[in-house]
C-alpha cells in the first residue's frame, strides 16, 4: 500500500486494525459491494410460522421451563446519541426565529401544544427556571419559545440533544417517571429473568458510560425490591477495531488535518463481536427506544416468551438430530427423509435442488453443516410502511435463505426488486432470541457467520467535504447472514419505537 507509512501502521496498531484488514476495506470501496437478491418475501406458512393462539401457552412454558437450567441476557444496543429525535427542533432553533405558535412548522407545533404531556417537563421546568430566571409558562406566554429549546437541548440545560435515548425520560408514572433505561429494566424481569436473578447488557458510548452507570445505581434498588430479583448489568462499546476507512471520492484514504488516516465506527453491524462475547444460553436482542408504558407490556411478555419458547422448540429438535447424526455415516432413507421434512416444514430451510441425487453420507453432512449453526427467532409486524426492512428470501451462493433485507441493500433501479421489496407483507421490528451454543454446548463464532459481502457504502461530510464511508454487515443483517432464521408474527403493539420526539405522544407512550 504506497499510500501508507510508518506512522500509519503505528495509529492502525493502536486501534487494533490490521494492514490487510485496511486493504480489504479499500479494496471493498473500489469493487463495491453487490446488492441483495431478493426472490420473494417471506410469509406465512412459506418463511413466517403460523403459531395457533392455543400453542402460545405451551411455547412459553417451554421457554420458562428452559430457565431452571439455562442462563438469559437481554441485549440492548444503546450507543446512539438522541440527536435525531430532535432534528425539527434543532431545525427550528437554528433558524433563530420566534413568532407565534401558528407560524411554527407542524412538528414544532405539536411538540410545543402538547409539552405538559413529556415525561420530562417537570424537569424542563426546573431546568428553564435556572437557566433563564423565569418560568417556563412566562416564556410561552411571550412567544419565546427559543430559550425553552435552548434549555432542552443544550449541554447548560437538559442537555437532551447530546444525551443517549437511554437516558431520555419516556414514560409517566406519578411521581416517578421512567427513562427507556428503565423501562428495559421492567421489561427483562417480567421476561429475562430466572431463579430471582435477571441479567441486562447495554452496548454504551465511552462518553456515556458514567451517566448510565449513576442512573443504574439510582434506580436498580428500587427496581429489585419491586421485583424480586436481582439485577446484573453490564456494558461494553464498539471496538476501535471494527471502525472503517474513510475514503475520498476516488478511493483514496482520506485524512484529517494533521495527516492521520480518518476512521468512523462501522455501524450496528460491529456489536456482533459484542454479542460474541457473551456467555448466555438465550439472548433477547431490542433496540433502545422501542419500550412501551406498563399498560401495555402485558403482550410485550406474552410475545417475548412465545419467540423464546419457539426457540427452544427447535433448538431441542436440532440438538437432537446432530446428536443422532454424530457418529453416523450412513443412513436409512426413512431417516434422511426426516431430516428433509424436518428442514423444509419447520426450520424453512431451503434445500439444494440435487439432495435427493446425493450418496447418503454426502446428505448426511449435508445435514450435520446445516444444522449445526447459531439460531435466532425473530418476531416480525405487520408492515405499515414505516422505513426499514423486512423478512425475504435472498438468492445465495446458488440458494435460497431467510434474511433480514433492509431497504439500503436494494437496487432501487431494478424495478422488479423494487416491486418484491414494496409488496412485503411484514416489517422488521427488532425483536430477536438467539441461542449462541451447539449441540454440545461450544460456544459458537460468530464471526465465522458473517457475510462481509453486505457491507454498503454512504456518501457523508466531514470537515465539509465530501467523503465515502463504509457500514458493516448490520446486526441482524449481514452479520447473522448464515444464522438458521425463524420468523414470527408478533401484534403490531410490541412494536413502539421513538425515532422523532413526538413518538413520545402516540397512545403506546402514554400510561392510562
Same mark, same amino acid.
Given at each position: ?74 441485549f440492548v444496543p444503546a450507543s ?92 409517566? +408514572? ?13 421489561e427483562a424481569a417480567l421476561y ?18 458514567k451517566a448510565f452507570e449513576a ?7 428500587? +427496581? ?96 437432537? +438430530? ?9 443412513? +436409512? ?180
Amino acid at each position: 500500500m504506497k499510500e501508507i507509512g510508518p506512522s500509519d501502521l503505528q495509529w492502525l496498531a493502536q486501534k487494533g486494525i490490521s494492514p490487510e484488514k485496511l486493504q480489504e476495506q479499500l479494496n471493498g470501496f473500489r469493487t463495491g459491494y453487490p446488492f441483495a437478491c431478493i426472490v420473494a418475501p417471506a410469509v406465512k406458512g412459506t418463511g413466517v410460522l403460523e403459531i395457533a393462539p392455543e400453542d402460545i401457552r405451551a411455547y412459553r412454558d417451554l421457554y420458562r421451563a428452559s430457565t431452571r437450567n439455562e442462563s438469559v441476557l437481554k441485549f440492548v444496543p444503546a450507543s446512539g446519541a438522541a440527536t435525531r429525535m430532535f432534528k425539527s427542533l434543532y431545525a427550528f432553533l437554528e433558524n433563530g426565529r420566534s413568532g407565534s405558535m401558528a407560524e411554527m412548522p407542524a412538528e414544532v407545533r405539536e411538540f410545543f401544544e402538547h409539552l405538559p404531556r413529556f415525561a420530562f417537563y417537570e424537569d424542563l421546568q426546573q431546568a428553564v427556571l435556572r437557566e433563564k430566571g423565569a418560568s417556563l409558562q412566562d416564556l410561552l406566554n411571550r412567544n419565546e419559545y427559543l430559550p425553552v429549546l435552548e434549555v432542552l437541548l443544550e449541554k447548560r440545560g437538559l442537555s437532551y440533544g447530546h444525551l443517549p435515548k437511554a437516558l431520555l425520560k419516556f414514560h409517566r +408514572y406519578g411521581n416517578q417517571n421512567r427513562t427507556a433505561l428503565e423501562e428495559h429494566l421492567v421489561e427483562a424481569a417480567l421476561y429475562a429473568s430466572a431463579k430471582g436473578e435477571c441479567s441486562l447488557h447495554f452496548t454504551v458510548s465511552p462518553e456515556h458510560r458514567k451517566a448510565f452507570e449513576a442512573c443504574v445505581r439510582n434506580v436498580l434498588p428500587d +427496581y429489585e425490591k419491586r421485583y424480586g430479583i436481582r439485577y446484573h448489568i453490564s456494558y461494553s462499546q464498539q471496538k476501535s477495531s471494527t471502525d472503517t476507512v474513510a475514503v475520498n471520492p476516488d478511493n483514496t484514504v482520506f485524512r484529517d488535518d494533521e495527516g492521520n488516516i480518518v476512521f468512523r465506527p462501522g455501524g450496528h453491524g460491529a456489536l456482533i463481536e459484542n454479542l460474541n462475547e457473551r456467555e448466555e444460553d438465550i439472548v433477547f436482542i431490542k433496540n433502545i427506544d422501542n419500550v412501551t408504558t406498563d399498560a401495555l407490556k402485558e403482550d410485550t411478555v406474552v410475545y417475548k416468551e412465545l419467540l423464546a419458547g419457539v426457540l427452544v422448540d427447535r433448538r431441542q429438535a436440532v440438538f437432537s +438430530y446432530l446428536e443422532k447424526m454424530e457418529n453416523m455415516t450412513q443412513a +436409512y432413507p426413512a431417516f434422511l427423509q426426516e431430516l428433509k421434512s424436518f428442514a423444509r416444514n419447520r426450520l424453512f430451510l431451503s434445500l439444494p435442488g440435487n439432495i435427493d441425487d446425493m450418496s447418503q453420507p454426502a446428505q448426511l453432512a449435508y445435514f450435520k453443516q446445516a444444522f449445526n449453526r447459531p439460531i435466532r427467532v425473530c418476531g416480525v409486524v405487520k408492515n405499515t410502511g414505516e422505513p426499514g426492512g423486512g423478512p425475504f428470501w435472498v438468492d445465495s451462493d446458488g440458494g435460497k435463505s431467510l434474511q433480514i433485507v433492509e431497504s439500503s441493500q436494494i437496487d432501487k433501479d431494478d424495478a422488479g426488486q423494487k416491486r418484491i421489496f414494496e409488496t412485503s407483507e411484514f416489517f422488521n421490528p427488532v425483536d430477536l432470541v438467539c441461542s449462541l451454543y451447539d449441540y454440545k454446548h461450544r460456544k459458537f463464532d460468530l464471526l465465522r457467520y458473517v457475510d462481509p459481502r453486505t457491507a454498503f457504502i454512504s456518501v457523508k461530510s466531514v470537515q465539509g467535504k465530501e467523503i465515502k464511508a463504509m457500514e458493516l454487515p448490520g446486526l441482524w443483517n449481514g452479520a447473522m447472514a448464515h444464522w438458521i432464521t425463524l420468523f414470527v408474527e408478533v401484534p403490531q403493539n410490541v412494536f413502539t419505537p421513538v425515532k422523532t420526539i413526538n413518538d413520545l405522544l402516540r397512545a403506546q407512550h402514554e400510561n392510562a
